[in-house]
């Protein structure tokens, strides 16, 4: 079983910067998290995946964030971090964390739920204009 942490969510101003942490426990969990993702839900909205990134450093992104969000990992921690630049009020919602064993979709479409096992609990991330 693997436990997701996340950290990093806040308040900003449109144009500001924040920076998500996601670690996994037990570590190092590196057989479950091969490939770890960041998704997000709006409220009234349904969950969206944001990015993802496996083990071999493939990326995947939403059009929406392409340009502004990076994702990378730490494999020997388990960790995953996704860099928020220039952010929008349409970024405002809950970031979720996800992790799983499998993989080989990374670089060829956004994430799904469906593609993640294990999930964190979520972290507010609020963008004021």
């Known amino acids: 079983q693997v436990q997701l942490a996340e950290s990093g969510g806040g308040s900003v101003q449109a144009g500001g910067s924040l920076r998500l942490s996601c670690v996994a426990s037990?570590?190092?969990?590196?057989?479950?998290?091969?490939?770890m993702g960041w998704f997000r839900q709006a409220p009234g909205k349904e969950r969206e995946g944001v990015a993802a990134?496996?083990?071999?450093?493939?990326?995947s992104y939403t059009d929406s964030v392409k340009g502004r969000f990076i994702i990378s990992k730490d494999n020997f921690k388990g960790a995953v971090y996704l860099q928020m630049n220039n952010l929008k009020p349409d970024d405002t919602a809950v970031y979720y964390c996800?992790?799983?064993?499998?993989?080989?979709?990374?670089?060829?479409?956004?994430?799904?739920?469906?593609?993640?096992?294990?999930w964190g609990q979520g972290t507010q991330v609020t963008v004021s204009s």
């Open positions: 037990p570590s190092p969990a590196n057989s479950n998290t091969r490939t």
């Open positions: 990134i496996e083990a071999d450093g493939s990326m």
């Open positions: 996800a992790a799983d064993p499998r993989g080989g979709w990374v670089g060829l479409r956004v994430p799904y739920e469906t593609d993640f096992d294990y």
